[in-house]
């Protein structure tokens, strides 16, 4: 990854965004016991970016992260709202309202569609979980769930993110992964993913992989 973003000056972030088609997936919080790397090197502290990207004249294709000020440069670059955070410490009144790029400030108590705010949950929580995306798949997924956040998320949506958390590399569900985090993080927040569960027995797929 780093020799493709090695991203540390506003010149180098410049000519990425000539090069690269950039779309931010996630703005999510850094846990404890967690150690993650920015795509400048430096070791990330707080709160973290993890972006997409896409070569304009190749297959090249991937995510990367980066703290807040090299984000909020490469949000500017290519005219993108900033994301509100993802904290999955927080309660869900600040934790998991819309991002702002979607230019609707509703939270998902009074508006989302339950299950659509459960598909948008473990989105995130993924990128938590593994510090990475895998390509733009969670990010076209997201944003069409953000886009329709009062429907019901379709099949191929559900199906798509469960297959995605299945290729974990200790085939652990997320809720087990979630368990993991709560030793060095008690303060997390019990997420659910019932409705997920159902729709995938509607759509008679065997096994669930949201726990």
Known sequence: ?????LCRSS???EKLVQEYDIKPIAHVRLLN???RRSCTKDLLTDSYYCFSYRAKNGDV?????????????????????????FDPLASETTGAEISEGTNRNAGFNDTWHPAAKQLFNAINLIVICWGQAPG???????????RYYKR????RQIKAINTIISRDRGGRSLQQMLDELRN??????NF????????LIKSKIEKSFFG
Do not use: S
């Open 1 to 5: 990854m780093f020799g493709i973003f």
């Open 11 to 13: 010149e180098v972030r």
């Open 33 to 35: 016991g967690q150690e």
């Open 61 to 85: 294709a991937g995510t990367f992260l980066c703290g807040t000020y090299a984000a909020n440069h490469f949000l500017e670059l290519i005219h993108h709202p900033k994301l509100k955070l």
């Open 136 to 146: 733009g798949v969670l990010q076209k997924i997201k944003d069409e769930i953000e």
């Open 152 to 155: 019901e998320p379709l099949p």
């Open 184 to 189: 060095k993080n008690n303060k997390m927040r």
């Open 192 to 199: 659910r993913f019932d409705l997920l569960n159902e729709a």
